[in-house]
Nanobody
Framework: QVRLVESGGGSVQAGGSLRLSCAAS????????MGWFRQSPGKEREGVAD???????RYTDSVKGRFTISRDNAKNTLYLQMNSLEPEDTAMYYC??????????????????WGEGTQVTVSS
């Protein structure tokens, strides 16, 4: 059974940092590209960052220079280091796995598996 379990969310003040983790199981983690998405109330879910099978990364413009996506294939775990957090980063954050790494950035339909999400709240 495939499982993606996010953790590390919480409440922080603007300028603070959080590190999200996503523990994967039930499939061959290293064969999949991984992504982080987020959804704020009243908004559509958007792609935040993705990473190839080893290290190729992409980011949405609003988080470039502040967020870093990484993966540990030995631990089947995906990470999102979030620094200089802003109130606009407040959202539910989801990790997702894509079998084909040609997926267009932020295209939800390109992802096969999803986690349940972890809440990030940034106060001003």
């Amino acid at each position: 059974q495939v499982r993606l379990v996010e953790s590390g969310g919480g409440s922080v003040q603007a300028g603070g940092s959080l590190r999200l983790s996503c523990a994967a199981s039930g499939y061959t983690y290293s064969n999949y590209c991984m992504g982080w998405f987020r959804q704020s109330p009243g908004k559509e879910r958007e792609g935040v960052a993705d990473i190839g099978r080893i290290s190729y990364t992409r980011y949405t413009d609003s988080v470039k220079g502040r967020f870093t996506i990484s993966r540990d294939n030995a631990k089947n775990t995906l990470y999102l280091q979030m620094n200089s957090l802003e109130p606009e980063d407040t959202a539910m954050y989801y990790c997702a796995a894509a079998r084909f790494c040609t997926v267009v950035f932020g295209m939800e339909s390109g992802y096969n598996y999803w986690g349940e999400g972890t809440q990030v709240t940034v106060s001003s």
